[in-house]
């Protein structure tokens, strides 16, 4: 170990360990860390890729701390969003406490209850715990929640992107808030995340109003090299490539054997944007290795699939490095899946931050690079117009490759007011007192809480229509208490999280669970279905119960999954589409056949007249290409449909086909909105998206009109509109 001023800051045990555990020397971020936590006061947020060193950079300082101190109680508490996560650094966090005799705890819902019973009666050293988790804890031993935080002294939020302006991102910074109320000390936050968007604004959301608290740690040292390629696909009506020849066998899938070629043989990752398409992909692959005599290497994993095939696959990735794994956004975060060498992505990534966290999986170890295939596939439609021309999923697969490269990730919203989730608050905080007034709440969630963005009136509104609703009610002596629905809503395990979750049906074979499908009751005896790559017939099902029983066959269907809602999609993305598009330089990392799409989208954006206006008009309809963010152009919709009248529809939320107008009666008619501008809540009341959220059908009309308006609307819409 080279000798260094933090590394003798550390307790003489930590230090010991690091000594037996054969490192030669601490990374950067876990210098500056050490520093930071025992010089100075500030709160933390660590920023550097998957495995670089971040969980130490924050638990060796900590760790040493607790040593130090000779506390006895529970001092820090590490939050994930993932059991899966937990599972892994449990392992890593127990490792360096074997010589320390801090206890580690961990708690979710897979945890041995003995286990749990065992944190309870004796909390110390370190926990770490889901936000559910945490909820649980308040409502399940409200007595002794007092007792087991009182003396934390450190939370560390890891994967701290994914809470950012989420509804559970706010429920966790409840929690956090609950938790600092219920403790003596001054608690320290460190943030842990491979990519932040926007530095300040995490900083806001993390800590709102003591932003200069919080010290920024990054790796500034670490800059891998990135192997880059893009596929491309031209599908014709009937699925077959345009651009390449045949393959030798019918309807098959062209992705298929590209997938088979990059990564057979290899430990990789494949993200698919769809369980049902993530299901669809891997058994194609299986049958398509079946016909070529090959063994199968690939597995599939999916929130949908029981613990046990998980984590089979989750161990298979680790110990077999010749094995693919397709899958979802699960293997997105930082799980140790072992050292992923080549990770692909079918279909385009929504955002940035997602396609950087993709990347980030691969490369790990000293002198790796970072290495990624992206599949597109664009199919050309009976009847293409002008949107379906410039293959807009193409170019969106594009947009988000160029600006990884220019190092730019979407900013977080922050300031949403999350009613849905206050309502959650207020019935848990009301469980965990017994009863509590009104006045108590507001200073427990607002004044001294997460949700200071709330004013009073809104409060007492929402106070008042979750006493309609009977989610709360209200003593003689003004002490509100839950209401018959409410204590309903509570008692359910479901409450413990604040976001929504589909209704699914559980699917069993000789006794093991397989997983889920959503909730349908089309589902019949003696039909097929796909899961887990595995293809069953189905022998019963119970709709009451919502399971399934089923057995193996060769027979296949694809499952039914809850789609999920395409996110908001950042104007600068839009706009880099338009970028690629009017270009004539090619990216560098386009195949050929990549290269012939691009050009024909730009020929087609040509001769359309693109090149030089937003506004392409054939025949009786107007297109406008508004080249802007998802919620301007939801704004922009509204105002076109119910305040102007215009005949017009949505082209895959990067166009409007606008009947019987032409582009300077257009801009005319959008023009004339200017000068009396509608208010954005009178634009959400007309619109066409209202309440999301979890609890959103419990909130006062106008609450819901604002929390809808700042999600999915936008004032900021005029900009958008040409000058003729």
Not at 130 to 156: C, D, G, M, W, Y
Not at 590 to 599: D, R
Request: some cysteine; aromatic content about 10%; proline content about 4%.
């Amino acid at each position: 170990m080279v000798i260094n001023t933090s590394f003798q800051l550390l307790n003489p045990l930590i230090q010991k360990k690091l000594y037996d555990m054969q490192w030669k020397t601490l990374k950067p971020i876990q210098r500056d860390s050490i520093n930071s936590l025992y010089n100075t006061s500030n709160n933390l947020i660590i920023s550097a890729s998957t495995a670089s060193g971040k969980t130490e950079a924050a638990f060796l300082p900590i760790l040493s701390q607790i040593i130090d101190s000779g506390s006895n109680s529970l001092s820090a508490i590490y939050i994930g969003p993932l059991k899966a996560l937990i599972n892994d650094q449990f392992e890593r966090v127990e490792h360096l406490c074997n010589l320390s005799d801090i206890p580690v705890f961990r708690w979710h819902g897979d945890v041995d209850q003995s286990k749990k019973r065992k944190f309870i009666k004796n909390p110390s050293g370190i926990l770490l715990i889901t936000p559910e988790s945490i909820e649980a804890l308040f409502i399940r031993h409200s007595n002794e929640v007092q007792s087991i935080f009182n003396e934390v002294k450190f939370i560390v939020i890891d994967e701290m992107h994914s809470f950012i302006g989420t509804e559970r991102g706010a429920h966790l910074k409840s929690l956090i808030s609950r938790i600092s109320q219920l403790n003596k000390n001054k608690i320290r936050i460190i943030g842990l995340s491979a990519t932040i968007g926007d530095f300040n604004l995490a900083k806001t959301w993390m800590l709102p109003g003591n932003e200069k608290t919080i010290e920024i740690i990054q790796n500034e040292s670490e800059e891998k090299g990135i192997d880059f390629l893009v596929r491309s696909y031209l599908l014709d009506e009937q699925g077959d490539p345009v651009y390449q020849e045949m393959n030798d066998e019918i309807n098959v899938n062209p992705v298929v054997p590209d997938i088979i070629n990059d990564f057979y043989g290899r430990n990789g990752l494949v993200f698919i944007n769809t369980k049902s398409h993530l299901e669809s992909i891997t058994d194609e692959s299986i049958r398509y290795l079946e016909r070529k005599n090959l063994p199968n290497l690939f597995e599939i994993h999916h929130g949908s699939l029981s613990k046990e095939f998980r984590e089979s696959t989750e161990k298979n990735l680790k110990e077999k490095p010749w094995i693919t794994v397709f899958c979802s956004s699960t293997l997105e975060m930082g799980i140790d899946v072992g050292n992923i060498s080549r990770v692909g992505q079918v279909g385009p990534c929504w955002s940035v931050n997602s396609l950087v966290q993709r990347l980030g999986r691969s490369g790990r170890g000293e002198g790796k690079s970072h290495q990624m295939v992206i599949y597109l596939s664009e199919q050309i439609s009976e009847k293409p117009d002008i949107v379906d021309q410039i293959y807009p999923f193409f170019l969106h697969g594009l947009a988000t490759s160029e600006l990884l490269f220019e190092k730019w990730c979407e900013p977080p919203k922050i300031s949403a007011p999350h009613y849905s989730t206050l309502i959650q608050q207020i019935m848990s905080v009301i469980t965990e007192k017994g009863g509590i007034t009104a006045e108590n709440i507001h200073k427990i969630l607002l004044v001294n809480g997460s949700f200071k963005n709330i004013d009073q009136k809104e409060f007492v509104a929402l106070l008042k229509e979750m006493g309609k609703h009977d989610l709360i009610d209200q003593t003689d002596d003004n002490y509100l208490i839950l209401g018959l629905l409410g204590e309903k809503i509570v008692k359910n395990f479901d409450f413990y999280s604040a976001f929504s979750s589909s209704v699914e049906i559980d699917v069993i074979n000789e006794g093991h669970p397989i997983g889920s499908v959503g909730f349908s009751p089309n589902y019949k005896s003696d039909e097929f279905i796909l899961l887990a790559g595995i293809r069953w017939r189905i022998k019963e099902v119970d709709l009451n119960q919502k399971k399934m029983w089923v057995e193996h066959s060769s027979g296949k269907k694809d499952p039914l999954f809850i789609t999920p809602i395409i996110p908001d999609i950042h104007k600068r993305i839009r706009q880099k589409m338009k970028e690629i598009l009017l270009s004539s330089k090619n990216p560098s990392y386009l195949t050929e056949t990549g290269k012939m799409i691009l050009s024909t989208a730009r020929l087609s954006a040509k001769e359309a007249g693109l090149y030089t206006s937003n506004f392409v008009t054939n025949s009786d309809y107007t297109y406008w290409f508004t080249w802007t963010g998802s919620s301007q152009h939801n704004t922009l919709y509204t105002l076109g449909k119910y305040f102007l009248n215009l005949d017009i529809m949505d082209r895959n939320h990067i166009a409007f086909k606008i009947k019987n107008k032409t582009p300077n009666e257009i801009i005319e008619a959008y023009s004339s909105l200017i000068d009396n501008t509608p208010d954005i809540y009178d634009i959400v009341k007309k619109g066409e998206i209202m309440g999301r959220e979890k609890y959103d059908h419990y909130l006062p009309y106008d609450l819901l009109v604002k929390s809808t308006a700042y999600k999915y609307y936008s004032d900021n819409w005029i900009d958008d509109i040409p000058v003729i």
